[in-house]
């Protein structure tokens, strides 16, 4: 595998496991603390829905998306999908020799079968940072470039409860065609910091998730768990979390943020979930 890519296993745990995990343990099962570094492709294979997540950083120099042991193919989308979303500056991605410029909060949805794909910074000062979310396909769908701007807009949430909130949906049946992949951007109003709550679960998917725009000294506390036996984790700049579907997932954050989320699982309807009462969160 070339030296520029670099692959992290996470394995399933039961959530009668985790009530017993302590912070380390939490923090090691659940947390990617590495999403971006500069001339990587860092991937974190989770056999949670056999996701796939990380970050391509490219600086000075382009870098290719190659299979890694861990996939079991000769191409990284052999029976995969991909999205890669830009958190960063401008850049741009080439499939099977077609460009694709990229700028901040703009999603890239690559189809299974393609052979070829490159990432590029346009100013190695202001790297672009491809934000990547892989999960197996089984049909394939063309590439397709998502700008913010043409999302799914789904406005939640009150300044009162403080989670007045957009969801913009990037990869969803609405806006294009995919196997299983669902990944949408949410963006905050001024003062608003909670995020999914009241929470809720989804049994038929896991989620993933990646907070971004948090100051240095800023961070998120990204509660999980079972509803009657929750937990919490203290999330960074760019960091993500890896969410079953037995596991709520909803946080709040010390400073402004924006998170993206994805799922992948039995069916792509964003409103499947099992909606937790206050009342029961323990």
């Known amino acids: ?3 520029h890519v670099i692959v992290e296993t996470r394995q399933a745990s039961h959530p009668d496991a985790v009530k017993r995990f302590d912070t380390g343990e939490l923090r090691r099962h659940f947390l990617i603390e590495r999403v971006f570094a500069p001339g990587l492709i860092a991937l974190t294979y989770t056999h949670v ?4 997540v990380g970050g391509a950083m490219p600086t000075d120099a382009p870098l290719a998306l190659t299979a890694p042991r861990e996939i079991g193919q000769k191409t990284f989308l052999a029976r995969r999908e991909m999205s890669a979303t830009n ?3 401008p850049g741009r991605v080439t499939v ?4 694709h410029t990229l700028g901040r909060l703009d999603t890239l949805y690559v189809g299974m079968g393609a052979d070829e794909v490159v990432f590029e910074s346009l100013d190695p000062a202001d790297p672009a940072k491809f934000y ?3 999960c197996p396909a089984h049909a394939s769908h063309r590439t397709a470039l998502v700008p913010l701007e043409r999302a ?6 009150a300044e009162a409860s403080a989670n007045k909130r957009v969801i913009n949906q990037v990869i969803h049946p609405d806006v294009l065609p995919t196997c299983q992949l669902v990944a949408g951007i949410t963006l905050f109003s001024p003062g ?3 995020n999914t709550m009241p929470s809720h679960t989804h049994d038929r998917r896991s989620e993933i998730y990646l907070y971004f725009d948090l100051p240095e000294d800023g961070r998120v506390f990204h509660m999980m768990g079972e509803p009657h036996e929750t937990r919490h984790l203290v999330v960074a700049n760019e960091q993500a979390i890896i969410s079953p579907g037995w596991s ?3 946080g709040v954050g010390t400073a402004s943020y924006g998170f993206m989320w994805a799922m992948a699982g039995d069916n792509q309807d964003f409103t499947d979930m099992d909606m937790v009462p206050m009342s029961a969160l323990r």
Request: a neutral charge; zero cysteines; proline letters at 7%.
């Open 96 to 99: 099977d020799g077609t460009v």
């Open 132 to 134: 990547l979310l892989s």
């Open 1 to 3: 595998m070339p030296d």
């Open 87 to 89: 958190v960063g500056g």
């Open 152 to 157: 799914r807009k789904v406005p939640l949430g």
């Open 192 to 194: 608003s910091v909670w």
């Open 49 to 52: 829905d056999r996701f796939v």
């Open 248 to 250: 709520i997932h909803s």
